[in-house]
């Protein structure tokens, strides 16, 4: 009703817990406690695709218009 989006804060408890927010279609993950370079680099890692990533893709969720969005396009 308000246009606004969805941002969610995370557990940082593994991969699942950014994948799975972000293929249900939230807009944004907080990641809380970061505490090092190197867990600012994990969650990065965690919620892009590649080439600057690991997230995963199915193109089967609502973020993806359930497989009738352009693959590239979605990607970008």
Do not use: Q, T
């Amino acid at each position: 009703a308000s246009n606004a989006d969805c941002v969610l804060r995370i557990r940082k408890d593994g991969y699942m817990s950014f994948f799975r927010p972000l293929e249900e279609g939230v807009a944004g993950i907080m990641v809380p406690h970061c505490m090092s370079a190197d867990e600012a680099h994990m969650a990065v890692r965690n919620a892009k695709y590649h080439p600057m990533g690991m997230r995963g893709i199915d193109m089967v969720g609502v973020d993806a218009d359930y497989m009738l969005a352009n693959g590239m396009e979605h990607i970008k």
